[in-house]
């Protein structure tokens, strides 16, 4: 285990960073060209997505006493 | 025991959403479900289409006739006029052509410097001439103008709406220049070429152009290709001039895609678009536009244009040269999932909702001398 993280963890994070570089790379183009309203779904449907896979990342099925441990 | 499985459900939970997120873009990325290689699909006998004279009779306008005597005067670049005939006797003294591929790329060339966005050589069809048309030439230039993105998208100002339209009219002569000079050279060379363009045109331009790899059919009637979408005019060159056809490029999937968007029949003013699938005309699958329709609405009268660009305004292969829209229609041509997930957020993106409204030339002259006057 690498930085206290399991294997699956780490294709989860990737899956993370894919994702994150996507949105990133599609908001900056359309905020480019002023298409402001593709830039603004794409920030919502983004943050959506992104925010929950994140939430199961970091939280889901962690047992309480690890969440308070990696928080602090 | 409980904190194992509480594990093993976590480590279940991240494994599914990882694997579906590399099969999702698997899905997208590797081709598969577009048609066979023909890009042109037929059914039973290919039948020519009537005379030019029968199909451009009712679609004439009065005031763009042309010369009398089939000479095209252009100015050069010190005011000169340039007199390019339509068809004219052959250069006696020929070019010999040992390399074929040479010849090929040399008239590409030539094309590109007259300022062609796209050309194409394939060998001519002779289905695709008009019936009645004395032409025998073997092989066919296809040249593409592409308009700017610019003048194909919802204009915020009626002038800018009149700049666009004659634009879109503009490109169909720069085309036509271009065909012109090239078939003026190549008879220069000792070989027999012709120029076809709108009305002067004695074949159809966009069966050839497909022959020639310049696109694919869209439901539209107009040919839909990956870097322009439905933006290119197109006219041909025929010729007896050795040359050595492109090879067919490999299926986009742009008619497959139109198999699943109707945006530009729903847009459409006068419902000249059909819905549904495409269906067999003269041994062609392709949709059938209502044309009297379509120009009729197109070309209201003497002076009196609406210059309707709907369909190609709202047409989602219709996008500005960037790169997260190349990047789209690049997964666009890759499979049926591709196809779906890009249309629909095409909807969601609104893109195309904004069709282009051209004012029609009097409410514009009315709404100037007004603004004049208030």
């Given amino acids: 285990m690498i930085l206290n993280l399991k294997w699956y963890e780490w294709v989860g994070w990737l899956v993370n960073v894919l994702m994150t570089a996507m949105a990133i790379l599609f908001i900056v183009i359309n905020i480019m060209e002023a298409e402001m309203r593709a830039a603004g779904i794409g920030l919502l449907a983004s943050a959506t997505l992104i925010g929950t896979w994140t939430w199961v990342l970091l939280c889901y099925g962690k047992p309480e006493k690890e969440k308070i441990v990696q928080q602090s | 025991m409980q904190k194992t ?62 010369p009398k005597d089939k000479t095209f005067v252009f100015t050069g670049i010190c005011n000169e006029k340039i007199k390019v005939p339509l068809e004219a006797p052959v250069n006696p003294i020929k070019k010999v052509v040992s390399d074929r591929a040479k010849q090929s790329e040399e008239i590409k060339a030539m094309a590109r410097s007259l300022g062609a966005d796209l050309v194409g050589i394939c060998e001519l069809n002779p289905k695709w001439k008009f019936k009645g048309v004395p032409l025998n030439h073997k092989f066919a230039i296809v040249i593409a103008e592409a308009m700017p993105y610019r003048f194909c998208k919802k204009q915020d100002e009626p002038i800018k709406a009149m700049v666009a339209t004659k634009a879109a009219l503009d490109f169909y002569n720069q085309g036509g220049r271009i065909s012109l000079f090239l078939a003026d050279s190549i008879r220069k060379m000792g070989y027999p070429a012709r120029a076809h363009y709108e009305s ?28 322009y979408g439905p933006r290119c005019r197109f006219s041909v060159v025929t010729t007896d001039l050795p040359l050595e ?35 067999v005309t003269r041994g062609v699958v392709k949709w059938q536009l209502d044309l009297q329709k379509c120009f009729k609405y197109w070309y209201q009268g003497p002076n009196s244009w609406s210059r309707c660009l709907v369909c190609m305004t709202t047409c989602p292969w219709n996008k500005p040269d960037n790169l997260l829209h190349k990047t789209g229609s690049f997964l666009a041509t890759r499979s049926p999932l591709s196809r779906w997930v890009l249309l629909k957020t095409d909807d969601l993106m609104g893109y195309g909702d904004e069709v282009d409204t051209t004012p029609d030339l009097k409410d514009l002259e009315k709404n100037l001398k007004a603004k004049k006057e208030g």
């Fill in chain 2, 245 to 279: 056809p492109d090879k067919k490029p490999k299926r986009m999937g742009i008619t497959e895609f139109c198999e699943i968007c109707d945006k530009c029949a729903r847009a459409c003013p006068i419902k000249a678009i059909p819905f549904g699938g495409p269906t």
């Fill in chain 2, 200 to 227: 002067w045109s004695q074949v159809l331009t966009i069966p050839v152009a497909i022959d020639a790899g310049l696109g694919e059919m869209g439901r539209n009637g107009l040919l839909i290709n990956q870097a």
């Fill in chain 2, 5 to 66: 499985e509480t594990q093993k459900k976590r480590a279940s939970v991240i494994l599914s959403g990882s694997l579906l997120f590399f099969l999702f873009w698997a899905l997208m990325l590797i081709p598969w479900g577009n048609y066979g290689p023909d890009a042109y699909l037929t059914k039973g006998k290919i039948q020519q289409a009537e005379s030019p004279d029968t199909v451009f009779k009712d679609l004439m306008v009065p005031e763009y006739k042309g």
